[in-house]
């Protein structure tokens, strides 16, 4: 493996250039996702298993990375996978509608107080099985990867639910997402997120719902009237990738690339709350308003989306939901 710069990478070009990493006999991982490479929870960990798979199994394996949605977007990436024209990738658990309803559960407003109670979730024995909910539709979930909390922003302030009323929302492309924005009187419009900030600009959408990281590594805040702490929902991701190219794999090279996946995994979660907090700080030093809510401002906004949880309950299981329920997080 010739291990480049990403920089060098994106400059050579998607296709071309960064093939020519991977030695030959060299297992070729193309790791693609949608966010910033650096100082973005994402971005950080795909760079950190890159670099862990480049340096431990070199001349078994090699890792590409391509950030910033520069290989395939997060509506493309799971068909291209399934053709083989990508090995992995971590999109957001709103992004696997078409394959599961389950993992809709973590789309449901109000559901986690915080990423740490996402975290035992995750771990607990449904949580868990949620990897291999899609495995008859060819994907299999290898571990989970956290971003953070979502926030709500808009052109105008956001303070109590009826403020939302008639305002055009970004969204990802979620039923559970769509219904919420319903919910508020709102229009949701599902768009990849590498259309977001010039729609934003444009005023072709209103207002959007997006982590702090991914709020300042992409300047949303630029564009809206401010940001509102709303941290009503949650985006963490799924590192997936094929069953076919996963079971074909030599077993122990296999393995070794879990093994390492994991340790990734544990080392970089631990530090997505920090980055996102950082991010926070960042968006407010730009001279942004950032609007917290009272404790009755949140009880409202819980009222107005709880009728969500009904409309998706029979879809997601009630036993799915009580057991995200019983986490309780902690932070
Ligand atoms: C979004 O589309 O807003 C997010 O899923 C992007 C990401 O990967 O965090």
């Known amino acids: 493996m010739r291990w480049y710069s990403i920089g060098l990478v994106l400059a050579l070009g998607a296709a071309g ?24 929870p994402k971005g950080e960990a795909a760079l950190l298993l890159a670099q862990r798979i480049n340096e431990d199994l070199d001349g078994r394996a090699c890792m590409e990375v391509y950030p910033r949605s520069s290989l395939f977007n997060d509506d493309d990436v799971l068909p291209a996978m399934l053709r083989g024209e990508v090995e992995m990738a971590a999109p957001s658990l709103s992004k696997f509608g078409a394959y599961t309803s389950q993992l809709q559960v973590f789309d449901l407003p109000f559901l986690f107080e ?14 868990a099985a949620l990897k ?3 495995e008859g539709e060819g994907l299999i979930g290898l571990e989970f990867w956290h971003n953070g909390m979502k926030q709500f922003s808009a052109n105008r302030p956001l303070q109590m639910p009826g403020d939302a009323e008639g305002l055009v929302f970004r ?16 229009e949701g419009v599902p768009m990849p997120f590498s259309a977001v900030y010039d729609a934003l600009e444009a005023g072709e959408v209103d207002a959007q719902e ?5 709020i300042y590594t992409q300047s949303f805040h630029t564009v809206q009237d401010g940001v509102t702490e709303s941290n009503h929902g949650i985006i963490d991701y799924l590192v997936v990738t094929s069953a076919d190219w996963w079971n074909g794999l030599d077993a122990g090279l296999r393995d070794d690339i879990a093994q390492i996946l994991l340790e990734v995994t544990h080392e970089r979660n631990r530090f997505a709350f920090e980055l996102g907090e950082l991010n926070k ?21 819980v ?14 299981g009630d036993d799915l939901i009580a ?6 997080g902690g932070i």
Not at 210 to 214: L, P, R
Not at 303 to 316: C, K, N, S, T
Not at 323 to 328: G, H, I, L, T, Y
């Open 210 to 214: 997006n982590t702090w990281s991914n």
């Open 17 to 40: 250039g960064a093939a020519a990493q991977c030695d030959p006999g060299e297992e070729r991982i193309r790791f693609s996702h949608v966010t910033a490479e650096t100082g973005h």
């Open 132 to 134: 291999l909910s899609m």
């Open 323 to 328: 057991a995200a329920e019983r986490a309780e």
């Open 281 to 301: 700080i960042r968006v407010r030093q730009d001279g942004s308003t950032i609007r917290a809510l009272s404790e009755e401002e949140r009880a409202a906004w």
């Open 114 to 127: 915080d990423i740490l109670a996402v975290e035992e979730f995750q771990y607990s024995p449904e949580g």
């Open 303 to 316: 009222a107005a989306l709880a009728p969500v949880w009904d409309q998706f309950r029979g879809e997601i």
């Open 171 to 186: 969204i990802q492309p979620s039923a559970v997402l769509d219904a919420q924005m319903q919910a508020l009187g709102a």
